[in-house]
């Protein structure tokens, strides 16, 4: 594991900024797997500027999303699918149809799923996979529980990711109660994955994550076993490390 720790949540996304620049201009056909989240909106700042400073472009990656709330559409402005227009998509070159992000609404989730999995698949696997971690140790919404799920699954949410993120919505009620999301099995098939958090909030989880024993009841724990997991928090989502 690389751990990595800045000085500022300012530090972080360029850190994170760097590292996707740097994959990509290796591999303009890399294919990335994306959060969302409050975490990577200064990643996505970062990666916007370095393509108007036309040092970077983003036209010929394929892109998977991580996860989405079910039951909303993609013009909800509260939908992973909006998030990643409004942050990301819309202000770089990448090619829309490169694009994939978990839908909301499926008529049969359980193939719907399957059908994600073989586009990850299909499109050679995903090179280089960015994730946010949850203050109960979520990754993607793989939700704290007694075993690792695999494949991206249909997941009913925690109550404490459901009051943590009803700070984006006009109350906890409106918080959809089940997601979308991909499993651990297809987070840890990619190639490489970097893990980024910021603030207090979030330094109980990381120590759990990358300093103590790997158990369900943490899934981002898991990440421990990957051969190239590179980990950028700031000093505050790092103060509970000892070392
Ligand atoms: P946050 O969420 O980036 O908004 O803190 C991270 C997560 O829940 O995975």
Redesign the pocket.
């Known amino acids: 594991m690389n751990l990595l720790i800045a000085g500022s949540y300012d530090e972080m996304s360029k850190l994170a900024a760097k590292r996707v620049a740097s994959l990509i201009r290796s591999k303009p056909k890399a294919v990335l797997g994306l959060?969302?989240?409050?975490?990577?909106l200064g990643l996505y700042k970062e990666l916007v500027a370095m393509y108007q400073d036309k040092v970077l472009s983003f036209k010929d990656i394929t892109t998977f999303n991580l996860d989405e709330y079910e039951g909303l559409d993609c013009d909800n402005v509260n939908s992973y699918y909006r998030f990643m227009s409004d942050n990301f998509f819309n202000h770089v070159d990448i090619n829309r149809k490169h694009t994939n992000i978990p839908m909301g609404k499926s008529e049969d989730f359980l193939k719907y799923c399957i059908e994600y999995e073989e586009k990850i698949k299909n499109s050679g696997g995903i090179d280089l996979m960015i994730?946010?971690?949850?203050?109960n140790g979520?990754?993607?919404f793989n939700e704290p529980s007694e075993y690792f799920p695999g494949i991206t699954h249909r997941v009913k949410l925690h109550k404490e990711?459901i009051k943590?993120?009803s700070r984006f919505f006009s109350c906890v009620e409106g918080v959809p109660r089940y997601a979308i999301t991909m499993g651990i099995r297809s987070i840890m098939h990619s190639r490489s994955i970097m893990l980024l958090?910021n603030?207090p909030?979030?330094a109980e989880a990381i120590k759990k994550a990358i300093r103590e024993p790997i158990t369900p009841k943490v899934p981002a724990s898991v990440l421990q076993l990957h051969q190239d997991l590179t980990v950028i928090i700031d000093e505050e989502a790092a103060s509970l490390l000892d070392d």
Do not use: C, E, F
């Open positions: 959060p969302t989240g409050s975490t990577p994730l946010g971690i949850g203050n979520h990754i993607g990711t943590a993120n958090a603030g909030g979030k």
